[in-house]
């Protein structure tokens, strides 16, 4: 639908040069919709999928609302996770940053309930947070629900999912009467309803029609892959693709450990979120994940919910949800902002049929679609090295090694030998081995060899892995990181994944404790955490890689 522009939705002046500087130029269905009736003081339920804008939705109309010169919880927004209330309190402040004055306090559970204490003292016009803290807050006094003019339930069916209900209905039943309501949510179940029906005054409701549950920006397929073939594919997609961000989502906590494991082994700049993670380290990955210290992130829906980032280019289902709504909120992760975005879903066996429900139920065609092949890979990747080094020759961002080249055409070697060789050595460095899977001699749905079919010969391949990596430590503080004298080295055919992945392994490291991994030809120099130092040199006494023994110890200086 046509929306007229922000200006026409009757929002204040302050609120115009927020959104203008944000650069959004006209309001998006649900945006344009919601804003007027809200800013009269309406009760409203929308309608509205993960990715349609809802955010400024209530929060613009909200902020409205509010006496700035009052330093008294006048809103309060509800959220199921801790990520989404850190997001909504984020863009709250940014659609708000014109106001001078404006204090918003996210407030959840896993947090210092002392900092929450002192922020809420201080005054926050606006609370965004989970219902079991923010509840907690209203028991203990320390916030007072009585000059609440809108109350925001985001999410009010996940909210509901989780198991919320309660605390939702004592938070709602505490408020002033005569504030306002908006709810949001992704479907109109019974919980909702009832939510509605016993808290809401004859909310105006608001639902954008949509033809597919599905962004028509995103491309879906499907490959059919074994379990035990599946880190090995996700590997291949990882290394063809080119994404900035790629989220991988799991149904289990361990498959989400498991498949973290193995990538880290593998080299890839990955890191994990799940239930058993505390709530410092979940801000930590996520942060990192959105300033593209971590390109791959691996979770399960939950740990997922709110995570709200434009850039993510690839969504994968390691596992298929079982409910089809899951895999509409997983792929919604992807394809927003008007990026165009890739979703891939692993099948096999009674997953098929999941897949055709899946399809009905989002009225959106999912192509199947052949596991890339090892040669596929290995030509993608040598096309992005050829790619580099034109763009690098072409623009003279090199340095002269004339003297060096000339001493090899002296003893013969032709040009073409020299920078074959070079290439080669390029595309081993940091690389890793590819896996024969049965997958590689099946056609989609076949479940046996393919006629004719030989295994593939196995190639050491690696593109681009060490400009993932040395991007990775660019970002870490180097003043945090100590370095580490390995006495393997290039000579022992270690790999700059096979160390990562076996001080993890060996020392049950948190992510992120491992910066740069320099390969010399004796030994290796590795930067870790100044915290774990002590721990890595003592766990892994006596420890063996690629079958050899090492000694690990702190870098006391040049041993190369």
Do not use: W
């Not at 309001?27 to 009760?43: N, R, V, Y």
């Not at 402040?93 to 407030?107: D, E, I, N, Q």
């Not at 994940?289 to 390109?295: A, K, L, S, V």
């Amino acid at each position: 639908m046509d929306t007229p522009p922000f200006s026409e939705l009757g929002l204040p002046a302050e609120l115009l040069a927020a959104v203008e500087k944000l650069g959004f130029e006209r309001p998006s269905p649900i945006q344009a919709l919601a804003i007027p009736p809200a800013l009269a003081g309406k009760d409203i339920f929308g309608l509205s999928q993960t990715g349609s804008g809802k955010t400024a939705a209530f929060t613009l109309p909200m902020l409205a609302r509010l006496d700035l010169d009052l330093n008294r919880t006048q809103a309060m927004i509800l959220c199921p996770t801790r990520e989404l209330a850190n997001q909504v309190c984020e863009d709250v402040h940014r659609l708000g940053s014109a106001l001078g004055k404006l204090h918003a306090v996210p407030v959840y559970g896993g947090a210092p309930m002392d900092r929450q204490l002192r922020a809420l003292r201080a005054g926050a016009h606006v609370v965004v947070g989970t219902p079991g803290r923010v509840l907690d807050h209203l028991r203990r006094g320390s916030l007072d629900p009585n000059l609440i003019k809108t109350i925001i339930l985001d999410e009010a069916d996940r909210m509901l999912d989780m198991g919320f209900r309660d605390e939702m209905e004592e938070l709602l039943a505490a408020l002033p009467p005569e504030r306002q309501a908006l709810f949001f949510s992704a479907t109109m179940n019974r919980g909702v309803k009832s939510l509605i029906e016993s808290f809401g005054n004859d909310p105006e409701i608001i639902q954008i029609e949509q033809k597919a549950k599905t962004v028509t920006s995103i491309d879906q397929c499907a490959y059919e892959v074994r379990q035990r073939s599946k880190v090995e594919v996700l590997s291949r997609l990882l290394d063809i693709e080119v994404s900035r961000l790629s989220i991988v989502f799991c149904n289990t906590k361990r498959t989400v450990d498991e498949a973290t494991e193995a990538l880290l082994a593998r080299g890839y700049a990955v890191d994990r979120l799940h239930g058993d993670i505390t709530q410092q380290m979940r801000e930590r990955v996520l942060n990192r994940f959105r300033d593209g210290t971590i390109e791959v992130l691996v979770a399960t829906d939950v740990a997922a919910r709110g995570l709200d980032i434009d850039e993510i280019d690839l969504v994968v289902n390691y596992d298929l949800p079982q409910d089809p709504e899951d895999y509409v909120h997983r792929i919604g992760r992807t394809g927003r902002a008007g990026r165009s975005g890739r979703a891939v879903s692993f099948v096999f066996g009674r997953d098929v049929h999941r897949l055709e429900t899946i399809e009905r139920y989002t009225r959106s065609p999912i192509k199947r679609a052949r596991v890339p092949s090892q040669e596929q890979v290995e030509g993608r990747l040598a096309d992005r090295l050829f790619d580099d080094l034109k763009e690098r020759l072409t623009e003279g961002r090199f340095d002269s090694y004339e003297a060096q080249v000339d001493r090899l055409l002296e003893q013969g070697f032709t040009p073409t030998d020299i920078a074959s060789v070079l290439f080669t050595m390029l595309r081993e460095e940091g690389g890793r081995e590819f896996n024969q899977i049965q997958e590689d001699r099946e056609e989609p749905g076949q479940r046996g060899p393919r006629r004719g079919g030989e295994p593939h010969k196995r190639k050491p391949q690696g593109g681009d892995r060490r400009e993932r990596r040395e991007r990775s430590s660019q970002h870490m503080d180097s003043s945090d990181m100590t370095p580490l004298f390995l006495s393997l080295g290039k000579q022992q055919g270690v790999k700059v994944g096979e160390i990562i992945g076996m001080l993890y392994n060996e020392a049950g490291l948190p992510q992120g404790s491992i910066g740069h991994v320099k390969l010399f030809d004796r030994n290796s120099r590795i930067d870790v955490a100044k915290d774990v130092a002590d721990r890595v040199i003592e766990v892994c006494k006596g420890s063996t890689l690629r079958g050899k023994k090492f000694i690990l110890d702190h870098d006391r200086g040049p041993q190369h």
